[in-house]
C-alpha cells in the first residue's frame, strides 16, 4: 500500500466506504482493527462469538483469517456466524 504516513493520511477519507465494491478490499478495510485488538485472550465463548461476528460482518475479515488467528476450524467460524444471524 506504501508507507504508513501514507496510509494515515488516506483513513480518514475512506472511513464509512467499507461497503463501496470498486473500492478494493484492502483499501476499503484501512480502519478496521487487527484481530489481536478485537480478542482478548481468555475470552469467554459468548464474546469470543460476538466478536467473530464483528470481525467478518463489521470488518470484512475472511472467514480463514479468523480460524486461523483463534486456532479453531474454519467450519466453527461459519457455525458461529450462522447461529449469530439466527438470533
Known sequence: MGEESFIERYRKLLHGKEQIKEIPRIQRYLNRPKLAELFCK?????GR????YAAHVRYGYRLNEIAEYLGIRYTTVSKVLKNAERN
Open 42 to 46: 481468555g475470552d469467554e465463548k459468548k
Open 49 to 52: 462469538d460476538r466478536n467473530i
